[in-house]
């Protein structure tokens, strides 16, 4: 079992491929399905593998095309599309093998963008949508449902299942949810009963923030990179749920369909402290639209990931 952010994300090179070192492991989903994250953190870490020294990573593209299991490795195959003096792409075909027929599944269709670093004629970054606590005022998430239980706020059943289906992450790195977010606020969705401080804006206009940082070293920048696409990653599937007080078992599906992935400099470093802000913009047919952005502790935007993802009604209710 891995047990580091560094080990989570990474690959081993075949001979055109690369393969996960561990298996994927389940977050938000009780069924033997892997965290989205891995598949876009690996594509990530394979491109980086294959990418000219001195081009960093700028965007990165995919589309979801089948959810991937936690029973075997996966396989990243990364393509050069372009090379050029300033850029170069790849195709990454993100896939596993099915044990018993050994035929491979392709799971993800990614396209990685590299840039080489140039002068920047103008600098400038938008804010948050709101002003949040800094990380030192926040309360790690284990603090958090220590004191929620012994206010009564939640019960020892709804700590079990909010680490049975969140835990991986608080193992690889620390999340401080701020007390201005609806996710501090109704634990991630969990208390879906519970009346948060934005009830009464619109939902485009409720928003969800914490502070984040790894627990172990990420030494390289393609691991960085890996591991902020595994990060920014988590949320944005289910957050429409969060913010409008449903939660997984209001829904017959909630997951990911696609994500874009764009970062704005090439020095992130997950050792520090970056706050994240999530937002939804638009839900309908069945589908959501939701944003991810992430700031370092200077004020600087850094990173942002949006995802459109399936929200479909449970069949009891579609018959209605």
Same mark, same amino acid.
């Given at each position: 079992m891995?047990?580091?952010?560094?080990?989570h994300?990474?690959?081993?090179?075949?001979?055109d491929?690369y393969?996960?070192?561990y298996l994927?492991q389940?977050m938000g989903?009780?069924?033997?399905?892997?965290y989205?994250?891995?598949?876009?953190?690996?594509?990530?870490?394979?491109a980086?593998?294959e990418?000219?020294e001195?081009?960093?990573l700028?965007?990165?593209?995919?589309?979801?095309l089948r959810?991937t299991?936690?029973e075997?490795?996966?396989i990243c195959?990364?393509?050069q599309?372009?090379?050029?003096?300033?850029?170069a792409t790849y195709r990454v075909?993100?896939e596993?093998?099915i044990?018993?027929?050994g035929?491979?599944?392709l799971?993800?269709?990614?396209?990685?963008d590299?840039?080489?670093?140039?002068p920047a004629l103008l600098n400038?970054?938008?804010?948050?949508t709101?002003?949040?606590?800094?990380?030192q005022?926040?309360?790690p998430?284990d603090?958090?449902?220590?004191?929620?239980?012994?206010t009564?706020?939640?019960t020892?059943?709804h700590?079990?299942?909010?680490t049975k289906?969140?835990?991986?992450?608080?193992? !690889?790195?620390e999340?401080?949810p701020?007390p201005e977010g609806?996710? /501090? *606020?109704n634990l991630m969705?969990?208390?879906? +009963?519970v &009346?948060?401080n934005?009830d009464d804006?619109?939902v485009?206009k409720k928003s969800?923030a914490?502070w984040l940082?790894?627990?172990?070293?990420?030494?390289?920048?393609g691991?960085?990179m890996a591991g902020?696409?595994?990060?920014?990653?988590?949320?944005?599937?289910f957050?429409?749920?969060?913010?409008?007080?449903?939660?997984?078992?209001?829904v017959?599906a909630c997951s990911s369909?696609?994500?874009?992935?764009?970062i704005?400099?090439p020095?992130?470093?997950?050792?520090?402290w970056?706050?994240r802000e999530?937002?939804?913009?638009r839900?309908g047919?069945?589908r959501?639209y939701?944003e991810?952005k !992430?700031?370092d502790?200077?004020?600087?935007?850094?990173?942002?990931m /949006? *995802?459109?993802?399936?929200?479909?009604?449970p +069949?009891n &209710?579609?018959?209605?």
């Open positions: 891995a047990t580091t952010l560094a080990k994300i990474s690959v081993q090179k075949g001979e491929h393969v996960s070192t994927p389940r989903n009780s069924a033997p399905i892997g989205g994250g891995y598949a876009i953190s690996l594509a990530i870490h394979a980086y593998k990418a000219p001195g081009f960093h700028h965007s990165a593209f995919g589309h979801y959810a299991s936690t075997t490795n996966i195959r990364p393509v599309l372009r090379k050029t003096k300033s850029f075909e993100v596993q093998k044990e018993s027929t035929e491979s599944r799971c993800m269709v990614v396209l990685a590299f840039h080489k670093d140039e400038y970054s938008a804010p948050p709101r002003s949040y606590s800094h990380w005022h926040c309360v998430w603090q958090m449902l220590v004191d929620d239980m012994k009564g706020k939640m020892e059943q700590s079990k299942m909010f289906l969140f835990g991986l992450s608080r193992n !690889l790195y999340g401080r701020c609806i996710t /501090s *606020q969705g969990l208390l879906k +009963s &009346k948060s934005q804006l619109p485009t969800s914490d940082r790894v627990k172990h070293p990420l030494p390289t920048e691991e960085q902020l696409g595994f990060m920014m990653d988590g949320l944005l599937s957050l429409p749920l969060v913010h409008n007080h449903l939660f997984f078992d209001d017959d369909l696609d994500f874009a992935l764009r704005y400099s020095c992130i470093k997950l050792d520090d970056h706050l999530v937002t939804s913009s839900a047919h069945g959501t939701s991810s !992430l700031w502790e200077k004020g600087n935007l850094v990173a942002c /949006s *995802q459109q993802s399936i929200l479909r009604v +069949s &209710k579609a018959k209605i």
